[in-house]
């Protein structure tokens, strides 16, 4: 049987846009709101608290399910949050739009990936280093045009 070729050439980078990432990563900058919201007043400190616990019982199957109703990924994950914010979840995304978290959300992965392809680049640098240095003085065919 043929395996899926998506999993087979698939790359560590790939984890940095997969899904469960995306999701973790809106919840972390829903709570990252929540602390800020707090700090001004806007919110109350024990709602900001109760958020950033939740974050860690909202499952991706649950905000798919969400979605698969309300065709809206962002708000599947808000509803999801709010879900398990139990009094405080009057306060979820307060203030925001979908665009701040998925634009936020997407700085973060773009930021990761690119630390990741700057490391991968180093690497690339060092063992090309390391080959022209073993093979300096192996000969070699010039070639022309013409």
């Known amino acids: 049987m043929w395996s899926d070729a998506g999993e087979r050439y698939k790359t560590p980078i790939a ?21 800020v919201q707090a700090s001004l007043g806007i919110i109350s400190n024990e709602d900001a608290l ?29 509803k999801g949050l709010s ?16 665009n701040d978290i998925q634009d936020t959300v997407l700085a973060l992965q773009l930021t990761k990936a690119r630390e990741m392809i700057l490391d991968l680049l180093d690497d690339l640098s060092s063992i090309l280093a390391d080959l022209s240095l073993k093979y300096r003085d192996t000969a070699t ?6």
Do not use: C
């Not at 984890?15 to 602390?35: D, M, P, R, T």
């Not at 798919?64 to 809206?72: A, G, L, N, R, V």
């Not at 879900?83 to 979908?98: L, Y």
């Open 83 to 98: 879900e398990q914010s139990g009094k405080a979840s009057g306060s979820v995304h307060i203030g925001a739009t979908s």
């Open 50 to 78: 109760l958020i950033d616990k939740a974050r860690s019982k909202v499952s991706l199957s649950r905000v798919q399910e969400i979605d698969s109703e309300i065709h809206h990924d962002l708000m599947a994950m808000v």
């Open 15 to 35: 984890e940095i846009f997969s899904a469960e990432n995306k999701l973790q990563l809106q919840l972390l900058v829903e709570a990252k709101l929540a602390e």
């Open 141 to 146: 065919i010039g070639r022309t045009h013409g």
